[in-house]
């Protein structure tokens, strides 16, 4: 392995806090470019994270940012591991019909404190030729 390899894996790892495999892995898939391996290990990292703790007034915002992610099949809002509402999501009706749901949720999540929220994911991880 060259110096330019080890300082490219160092880079890697330093930024999106990864192994060295990790890192070494992604070198080879994007054939060295460090741009491409570190918008790929956001990708993975974005992908990968599938439940949030939130309070209660954060609970509508991360609502949001997840459907906007389009790639969410299904959606549970937990309190003490026990689920408040859980509700399937479909790409173009999601917007529209969940936010008088979400308004309600919001108002009952506020009086709950912190909460959970877990997703299903749909689509596999991008590869770099998708990106």
């Not at 192994?19 to 290990?41: N, W």
């Not at 969940?98 to 999540?109: E, F, I, N, Y």
Request: charged fraction near 25%; include cysteine.
């Amino acid at each position: 392995m060259s110096t330019d390899e080890l300082q490219k894996i160092d880079l890697l790892r330093e930024r999106m806090d990864l192994s060295y495999q990790e890192a070494a892995e992604l070198l080879h898939v994007t054939e060295g470019s460090v741009v491409e391996a570190l918008i790929l290990a956001e990708a993975r990292k974005n992908q990968e994270q599938t439940s949030w703790e939130v309070r209660g007034r954060e609970v509508v915002a991360k609502i949001q940012e997840i459907l906007r992610e389009g790639n969410i099949t299904k959606m549970r809002i937990l309190h003490n591991d026990k689920p408040v509402f859980v509700f399937p999501v479909t790409a173009g009706v999601a917007g529209i019909l969940l936010m008088p749901k979400l308004a309600l949720l919001a108002t009952s999540v506020c009086l709950l404190g912190r909460c959970r929220i877990e997703v299903e994911r749909d689509c596999p991880q991008p590869s770099v030729s998708e990106l």
